[in-house]
């Protein structure tokens, strides 16, 4: 498995979580370990250009995902074929004052997002009620698991 983590946003960060986190995301959902997955940390410019040009809303968000092979969760026994996740795209000062509000530390809000943002590659959404509970439910479970683990 090919797990690339690259910071071009400014804010330090512990690459090696972000790449551990989403190793123990992709083993959970039985991906396929030669599986690759980008996650880039980008400053506030790059990702309002990003949300404006991909998701036509203004200014900066906090995590994009743009899926690749649209690879989607393995069964029993049987992961996902190889293939190009996609990228998972963070901004860290987006983060910072979602975790200020939330009440909790800008590292933990940005794990939460890379969750999130690699739920969306394998095809999760959280449109409809029944969407985001299925969603938001595995993302808190992969979470915990992976903190509990640390």
Not at 50 to 61: I, K, Y
Not at 83 to 89: A, S
Not at 111 to 123: E, K, R, S
Request: contains cysteine; negative net charge; proline residues 6%.
């Amino acid at each position: 498995m090919s797990i690339e983590v690259n910071n071009e946003s400014g804010v330090r960060v512990d690459e090696a979580e972000f790449a551990a986190l989403a190793r123990h995301v992709l083993d959970a959902m039985r991906v396929h370990p030669q599986t690759d997955l980008s996650i880039l940390l980008v400053d506030e410019d790059v990702m309002t250009d990003l949300h404006v040009r991909w998701m036509d809303e203004p200014g900066p968000t906090d995590v994009l995902s743009f899926p690749m092979d649209e690879l989607r969760p393995g069964g029993d026994g049987e992961p996902t074929p190889a293939g190009l996740l996609g990228d998972v795209v963070l901004c860290p000062t987006v983060a910072a004052r979602q975790a200020k509000e939330a009440g909790h530390s800008t590292s933990e809000e940005l794990l939460l997002l890379t969750t999130h943002g690699i739920l969306h590659l394998l095809g999760f959404d959280h449109a409809e009620p029944e969407e985001e509970k299925e969603m938001f439910g595995l993302q808190r479970q992969l979470l915990l698991t992976f903190l509990a683990e640390r």
